[in-house]
C-alpha cells in the first residue's frame, strides 16, 4: 500500500504484523534510511545486509532470509540498499511466502512511476511504500530541530532555518553538521544543551572552510580552474564526498525537469519564473546559464554517473577523494562543450 507523510510515522513506529516488504523510495534517501531505522528500533530489532545482485540472481534468497531464525533468537530486519527493479521477483516470492520470522527494508533512491517494484509494494496490502523528498520551508525547519534533538541539542527556529539552508534540506548534511555541533558545545540526549549562532558561526557547514556544496554548482556551470582549486582544498580523507554528490543530486532534479520543458517549447524565462522559491536569489543566473549549458540527454547521462559515484563511495570502506574529483571534472568540461 502507498504511505502519506502524515501516515508513514505510525507504519514505522508501529508496524504492523501482516506487513513484510517497507519499500522506502524518493530523491531524500537520508530521509528514508531514518524512517527505515526507526522501524528497526521499534522492533527491537538488528539489521542483516543483503545485496540486490544476491536477490536478482537468486529471487528466492528474500524469502529464505526472512522465513530463517536468528541465529542468536533476537528480531532481525533484512535490509536491502541500493535495491531497484532487480529485486521485483524477490519481494513477490516474499509476499507469496506462507510466513517469513523478519521483514523486509529496502532503500531504493528515485523510481519510475512504471518501476515494477514500486507498482508491486503498492498493490500488495503486505508491502508500505513511500516516497520520501526533501523537506522545505517550516517542515526543513522541524526536521533540524528533531535530528538535534536525538544529539542533545535546542535549536530556535531561526537557527534550524540556517541550517536547514546552509544543508539543502539534506537530512544526512543536517545529521553530520548537528552531530559535529553537539560536540562542540558538549551536548547529549542527557545533558541538553542551546545551539546559538556563535556556535553555527564556529563549526557550521556555512563557514567558509565548510563550504564544499558549491563544488557542484562549479562542476554543471563549467568553472573547470575554479574547480580544481576547490578540489586541491578538500581534505585528503574524502569525508565531504557524500555531501558534494548528494548537492550534484539536488541540483540535477530541479534542471533535468527544467530542461525539458524548454525543449518542449516554453521560454527560459517562464521557466525560471516557475522556479520561483526553490532558489536563492543569488543562485538563479547561475541556474539560467546551467539550462542553457545542458540539454535533457547530457544530464541524465551525467544523474546516472552521479548515481553510480554514490553507491561506489557509499560503499567503499574509504571513499576515494580522486574519484570524486575526477567526475566533477569530467562535468564541468562537459558542461562547456555548448
Known amino acids: 500500500m502507498k504511505a502519506t507523510k502524515p501516515s508513514i510515522g505510525r507504519a514505522v513506529d508501529q508496524p504492523a504484523a501482516q506487513v513484510r516488504f517497507y519499500l522506502f523510495h524518493g530523491p531524500d534517501d537520508a530521509q528514508s534510511r531514518a524512517l527505515g531505522q526507526r522501524l528497526v528500533q521499534a522492533l527491537g530489532a538488528a539489521k542483516f545486509a543483503i545485496a540486490a545482485g544476491a536477490v536478482k540472481s537468486d ?34 516470492a516474499l509476499l507469496e511466502a506462507p510466513s517469513i520470522e523478519s521483514p523486509a527494508v529496502a532503500i531504493a533512491g528515485a523510481l519510475r512511476k512504471t518501476s515494477s517494484l514500486l507498482k508491486l509494494a503498492e498493490a500488495s496490502p503486505q508491502a508500505v511504500a513511500f516516497a520520501a523528498y526533501l523537506p522545505e520551508g517550516q517542515d526543513a525547519e522541524r526536521m533540524v530541530m528533531a535530528v538535534g534533538r536525538s544529539f542533545g541539542l535546542k535549536l530556535a527556529p531561526d537557527a534550524a532555518a540556517r541550517i536547514a539552508a546552509a544543508a539543502g534540506n539534506d537530512q544526512a548534511i543536517v545529521t553530520q553538521e548537528l552531530q559535529k555541533l553537539a560536540l562542540y558545545v558538549d551536548a547529549s540526549p542527557h545533558a541538553p544543551k542551546a545551539l546559538d549562532h556563535a556556535a553555527i558561526d564556529a563549526v557550521g557547514t556555512d563557514t567558509a572552510e565548510g ?81 542553457a549549458q545542458w540539454d535533457a540527454e547530457r544530464l541524465a547521462r551525467v544523474a546516472e554517473r552521479t548515481g553510480k559515484l554514490e553507491r561506489s563511495l557509499m560503499f567503499s570502506p574509504a571513499p576515494e577523494q580522486a574519484a570524486l574529483g575526477e567526475t566533477l571534472l569530467a562535468i564541468a568540461r562537459e558542461a562547456r562543450r555548448r
Open 59 to 92: 529471487p528466492a534468497a528474500l524469502a529464505d532470509e526472512a522465513g530463517a531464525m536468528s541465529l542468536f533468537g533476537g528480531a532481525r530486519v533484512v535490509w536491502i540498499e541500493p535495491a531497484g527493479d532487480e529485486i521485483t521477483a524477490g519481494v513477490e
Open 211 to 291: 563550504d564544499v556544496l558549491r563544488l557542484a554548482d562549479l562542476a554543471l556551470s563549467g568553472e573547470v580552474d575554479a574547480l580544481a582549486g576547490e578540489l586541491a582544498r578538500l581534505p585528503a580523507t574524502g569525508s565531504d564526498a557524500i555531501p558534494v554528490v548528494r548537492s550534484l543530486q539536488r541540483r540535477l532534479i530541479m534542471l533535468a525537469p527544467a530542461r525539458a520543458r524548454v525543449e518542449r517549447g516554453e521560454s527560459p524565462d517562464a521557466v525560471m519564473t516557475s522556479l520561483g522559491k526553490a532558489l536563492f536569489w543569488k543562485d538563479k543566473a547561475m541556474v539560467g546559464r546551467m539550462l
